[in-house]
């Protein structure tokens, strides 16, 4: 397994689908567990991933099928997600056999020599990259099965879906597909959201709602070491109306204190007078690694307080929750 040859030999790419409607924080959080596995991980947001597994198979000494089975572990025990995974030659075998895998969740792995076999009976909407509107177009016509799709010519299916879109499906039901895995990483954000139980008028309310964003954020941004150069708040309105503005950061920060400055000023821009809020959500944007972020000496006590504050807050709701202490506490003893 540990030679070219075997390489060729053995499914390697992995195709990952998490549940629908997971969190942009928790997706981030399977991706890291992916690059534990293999250093070469495709983010395709929003809840899905391709993995790259042959250096993998040599690092770790076993299969690809365990190596799925091992990350099924890791999500469902350290995060509760459990993911479906498929296992093939190409990036079109993989998407196709995840796709495949009865949810909840589960592993299957189709081996390059029977790549084909398999393919064959699924119907042709099942074949990853294949269309609704193209899918109907194929059935049309007959071309009921992926099995079918490969036996017809090229150029046929050419003329059915047009050029590219022909050629394309023509290849992949035929188990041809040469694109790589390519590393790509989500873009550097994190997400905070809040969702009213109720449409809401009351300014108050919503003010403390977005307080209570502020320090959801903050404390992730923290937890990850790193620090926003922007913000942008987002409202949801009842019938589906949306409000949005970035504004930017004097200097990258993850402290509450400024985060809360800038949110507060996105809040007061919006200029809510009689607008139902269902939901907001607070993005920090242009992250970069805490590392990177100069320390200021500021001379001013009362900042200084509410950082050593802010740190020891920190530790105690990494030792017994993030709810222990709210956010109205903090800066009510910060004031």
Request: charged share 25%; aromatic share 2%; net charge positive.
């Amino acid at each position: 397994m540990t030679t070219n040859g075997a390489d060729r030999r053995v499914s390697t790419v992995m195709h990952m689908r998490c549940p629908d409607r997971l969190g942009e924080e928790t997706y981030r959080q399977v991706l890291e567990l992916l690059a534990e596995l293999s250093p070469v991980v495709q983010a395709l947001p929003p809840t899905a991933a391709l993995v790259e597994l042959k250096g993998a198979l040599r690092y770790h000494g076993i299969d690809t099928r365990r190596l799925g089975e091992v990350l099924r572990v890791r999500t469902l025990s350290r995060l509760g997600v459990d993911v479906r995974v498929g296992i093939g030659p190409s990036i079109t075998v993989a998407a196709t056999a995840s796709a495949q895998v009865p949810q909840p969740g589960g592993v299957l792995a189709v081996d390059p020599d029977k790549a084909s076999t398999w393919l064959a009976p699924l119907p042709v909407e099942a074949l990853h990259g294949i269309g609704p509107r193209q899918a109907a177009v194929l059935v049309d016509y007959g071309i009921h099965s992926v099995g079918l799709l490969a036996t017809v010519l090229p150029a046929t299916v050419q003329r059915l879906l047009g050029g590219r879109a022909g050629r394309t499906a023509a290849d992949r039901a035929r188990g041809i597909d040469p694109r790589p895995v390519v590393p790509r990483d989500l873009p550097a954000a994190a997400t905070v959201r809040h969702t009213f139980p109720r449409h809401t008028l009351d300014g108050a309310e919503a003010r403390a709602a977005l307080l209570e964003t502020v320090v959801r954020l903050g404390l992730l941004l923290r937890g990850r070491d790193q620090a926003a150069r922007a913000l942008t708040l987002t409202l949801t309105f009842a019938g589906g109306g949306k409000w949005e503005k970035t504004r930017r950061l004097v200097e990258p920060s993850a402290h509450d204190d400024d985060l809360r400055l800038i949110a507060y000023q996105l809040m007061d821009a919006a200029g809510l007078q009689r607008g139902r809020l269902t939901a907001l959500a607070l993005k920090g944007e242009d992250l970069v690694d805490a590392a990177q972020v100069a320390t200021q000496i500021t001379l001013d006590d009362t900042r200084e307080a509410r950082l050593v504050a802010e740190a020891a807050i920190d530790r105690i709701r990494g030792k017994f929750g993030p709810r222990v202490i709210g956010p109205a506490t903090v800066f009510r003893r910060a004031s």
